[in-house]
């Protein structure tokens, strides 16, 4: 089987073969940006290769390869920003995230989360998932989430960011509605239903001639109710609300 390391290694080989760029004060100002060689270009574009497989042990080899490669990818992202927030003035590496940066604020502060909990040994590489997004969930957990996650076999590189959200909702049932709350709740489901019944009774008001607010007056409107909508027991002042 035609292997992608082995392309990677035959192309760094060629590239040290390579010349070297020009140096010293015989070189031209526009020599300092030297083009990428044919090597490097090459082993750039295998890199990035579907390498031809045929069966499934070579599918499932070239898969691996390249989820391993996606973890410790954004593992490095996350180490070089602790690393960067370390060294860098007050205020630059703010600015860098901001300006300099392919991702947001939040994305960056996942991959300094995770790369963290590696680092400290709170989560172990070997259970690392592939993608910071899945990892988050799992190194923002408390210490006894953690523990029960790992019981029911939750901390392993498969696992989805579904599974942990449900998870994690399974442990944390919702707060008390306070008095407030509820008031509240009701308060805005009243003016849902005040706005609804007014649309109901303009539309009532223009296409049909009805107000249904002028009850025994002239406009007014009288419902008519068949007896077998009517359940049995029932009397009118029951329907009537008396």
């Given at each position: 089987?035609?292997?992608?390391?082995?392309?990677?290694?035959?192309?760094?080989?060629?590239?040290?073969?390579?010349?070297?760029?020009?140096?010293?004060?015989?070189?031209?100002?526009?020599?300092?940006?030297?083009?990428?060689?044919?090597?490097?270009?090459?082993?750039?574009?295998?890199?990035?290769?579907?390498?031809?497989?045929?069966?499934?042990?070579?599918?499932?080899?070239?898969?691996?390869?390249?989820?391993?490669?996606?973890?410790?990818?954004?593992?490095?992202?996350?180490?070089?920003?602790?690393?960067?927030?370390?060294?860098?003035?007050?205020?630059?590496?703010?600015?860098?995230?901001?300006?300099?940066?392919?991702?947001?604020?939040?994305?960056?502060?996942?991959?300094?989360?995770?790369?963290?909990a590696v680092d400290t040994g709170r989560l172990s590489l070997e259970v690392l998932p592939g993608a910071e997004s899945v990892a988050y969930q799992i190194v923002t957990m408390s210490p006894e989430e953690l523990e029960r996650a790992k019981a029911e076999g939750l901390i392993r590189?498969?696992?989805?960011?579904?599974?942990?959200?449900?998870?994690?909702?399974?442990?944390?049932?919702?707060?008390?509605?306070?008095?407030?709350?509820?008031?509240?709740?009701?308060?805005?489901?009243?003016?849902?239903?005040?706005?609804?019944?007014?649309?109901?009774?303009?539309?009532?008001?223009?296409?049909?001639?009805?107000?249904?607010?002028?009850?025994?007056?002239?406009?007014?409107?009288?419902?008519?109710?068949?007896?077998?909508?009517?359940?049995?027991?029932?009397?009118?002042?029951?329907?009537?609300?008396?």
């Amino acid at each position: 089987m035609v292997n992608v390391k082995s392309f990677m290694k035959k192309a760094a080989e060629q590239g040290k073969a390579a010349p070297a760029a020009p140096r010293g004060p015989a070189a031209s100002p526009a020599s300092a940006m030297v083009a990428p060689s044919k090597a490097d270009r090459r082993a750039s574009d295998i890199s990035d290769a579907i390498v031809p497989c045929h069966t499934r042990q070579e599918f499932a080899q070239e898969i691996r390869y390249h989820w391993n490669r996606s973890r410790k990818e954004f593992l490095s992202i996350g180490r070089y920003l602790n690393r960067a927030k370390e060294i860098l003035p007050h205020g630059d590496f703010e600015s860098m995230i901001q300006s300099d940066m392919p991702f947001s604020v939040e994305t960056a502060f996942r991959f300094r989360a995770v790369a963290e909990a590696v680092d400290t040994g709170r989560l172990s590489l070997e259970v690392l998932p592939g993608a910071e997004s899945v990892a988050y969930q799992i190194v923002t957990m408390s210490p006894e989430e953690l523990e029960r996650a790992k019981a029911e076999g939750l901390i392993r590189p498969d696992v989805t960011r579904r599974q942990l959200i449900e998870f994690k909702r399974s442990l944390r049932p919702p707060k008390d509605v306070t008095p407030n709350d509820r008031r509240r709740q009701l308060l805005d489901e009243y003016a849902r239903l005040a706005s609804r019944i007014a649309a109901i009774r303009e539309e009532l008001r223009r296409d049909h001639g009805l107000d249904p607010e002028r009850a025994g007056g002239q406009g007014g409107i009288t419902i008519d109710v068949e007896a077998e909508d009517i359940p049995a027991g029932t009397d009118g002042d029951a329907l009537a609300g008396r």
